[in-house]
């Protein structure tokens, strides 16, 4: 991107502006993508409600699954949440190098809680929760377990690429006091990542 | 005009960290709601009503500061409620189901 270039797109020099968002169009986009991305995840936290609520033999959550380890797991994407907004602050104030201190902390953050994901479930797998298996009680709990927390889990490694990729860029020197729309749009998608993990932690682990 | 956006949000600077401690506490008191079984004492009603004003309030202190929802548009508060209303009306329309 040329100096003049980035200097008008940080004054939101843009074919159009939307009312919505009047500093970009990329930040509308991801708002709109969010929206939908959680009725995804609603819709399958709703399945979970009827299954649940529809069996007889429903085993008691907290009872086969770990609490400390996914509370854990919970603090630390709060904390990755927390060194996100870090490195926007950072990079509004002009601080490259903050950003990108920030960012690989950020990416850090969901690299454990990956690892801890996969820890858990080759635990549970080996104790005997599967797919269509579940000594416990009725198989669903497996199925809606891996499937919900696979699929935040896919989110999480999605979000890991996503904000190396902020992270290699701000090392590059692209983002600046006047140029951080695309970190601000990348927190938004990590924050939505960490959001949905506190709602999946209460209504999977804990109810 | 930059200069005058940053100041702008600049004012919508809130304390990261109280809200941090605020997601930690209520994650604490999540897992001390959640960990005793229901009983008649600790009926499941109650259990799960805590559980999910907690866990809504922690979804809400992201949303809104962490993705600065507070300081956006109204109408942007709309898209981002949308999914809610509509997974609450889902839930609704199986009910008569259960």
Redesign the interface.
Known sequence: MSEAAAVDH??GVEPAET???P?SWGK?GM??F???D??SF??L??GY??MR??SANWP?P?EVLG?SLT?FM??LL??S??T???GL?AI?KGDQEGLVKYMWLTVGGGLIFLALQAYEWTHLINLGLGLAENKWGDSLFGTTFYIITGFHGMHVTGGVIYLAVIAMRGKKGVYS??NWNEVEIA??YW??V??VW??V???I??? | MASESHAQHDDHHVSYMAIFWWLLALTILEVLAGIPEASPAYPQLLKGALLVIMAVAKAALVALYFMHLKFEKVALGFIAMIPLVLCVFVVLMVLPDF
Do not use: Q, R
Request: charged share 10%; net charge negative; with cysteine.
């Open positions: 940080a004054h009312p919505l968002t500093e509308l708002w709109v969010l929206a939908g959680a009725m609603g819709t936290l709703a409600a009827i609520g529809n008691n907290t609490i509370a919970t603090f709060i904390c949440s927390v996100m907004v870090k602050d509004k006091a006047t927190g938004l924050h939505f960490d959001l506190i709602l932690f209460t209504f682990y804990l109810l």
